[in-house]
T-cell receptor, first 114, second 114 residues
Framework: GAGVSQTPSNKVTEKGKYVELRCDPI?????LYWYRQSLGQGPEFLIY????????DSGLPNDRFFAVRPEGSVSTLKIQRTERGDSAVYLC????????????FGPGTRLTVL | AQRVTQPEKLLSVFKGAPVELKCNYS??????LFWYVQYSRQRLQLLLR??SRESIKGFTADLNKGETSFHLKKPFAQEEDSAMYYC????????????????FGKGTKLSVKP
């Protein structure tokens, strides 16, 4: 079956611009997670959705970052006024339920801020 | 603070040699621990989790609460085991943790030489 998909696979933008990253979870998975992976680091938690609501957004680094999941399926991570330090691979994962189910990861979106 | 430590960035062994990838965690509650693997040009995927006590692709990992460790072991490494390995911790919501988000170590790159 289809796994988690993320678009775009690569995004290059200029400092100060706005970007949106999209995640399509596995059909029927209620839990959705966003992580950020910088070079040489493990994935770092950003935000977790259970259904349509953000159950935990404690990992978002600042108010430039925001994510939505309006219909409980597709999610969009939005970054305003991008900075060079935002450059990273953004990973999305979904699981059938919440803790402690296996998380299935997407291929990631590589964001480069020039 | 909740933390996962993987002390080795790179581990290089010859085919047929035993492998041990180290993982230590810091968490005061009851942890759920996982090993995720990322093969070249593939997405991050679950290798094994301690609660299932399975052996996957010949790998095993035992949770040692006294030493707060969850080392990954394989008696005879194969070339196809070459990959990036991440240890991850999921905290128990009853101890104030989040519902299922993973805390990752920085990863260990395993290289198995012929």
């Amino acid at each position: 079956g289809a796994g988690v998909s993320q678009t775009p696979s690569n995004k290059v933008t200029e400092k100060g611009k706005y970007v949106e990253l999209r995640c399509d979870p596995i059909s029927g998975h209620t839990a959705l997670y966003w992580y950020r992976q910088s070079l040489g680091q493990g994935p770092e938690f950003l935000i977790y959705f259970q259904g349509t609501g953000a159950a935990d957004d404690s990992g978002l680094p600042n108010d430039r970052f925001f994510a939505v999941r309006p219909e409980g399926s597709v999610s969009t991570l939005k970054i305003q006024r991008t900075e060079r330090g935002d450059s990273a691979v953004y990973l999305c994962a979904s699981s059938p339920t919440n803790y402690p189910d296996t998380q299935y990861f997407g291929p990631g979106t590589r964001l480069t801020v020039l | 603070a909740q933390r996962v430590t993987q002390p080795e960035k790179l581990l290089s062994v010859f085919k047929g040699a035993p492998v041990e990838l180290k993982c230590n965690y810091s968490y005061s509650g009851s942890p759920e621990l996982f090993w995720y693997v990322q093969y070249s040009r593939q997405r991050l995927q679950l290798l094994l989790r301690h609660i299932s006590r399975e052996s996957i692709k010949g790998f095993t990992a035992d949770l040692n609460k006294g030493e707060t460790s969850f080392h990954l072991k394989k008696p005879f490494a194969q070339e196809e085991d070459s990959a990036m390995y991440y240890c991850a911790l999921s905290t128990n919501v009853n101890y104030g943790g989040s519902q299922g988000n993973l805390i990752f170590g920085k990863g260990t790159k395993l290289s198995v030489k012929p």
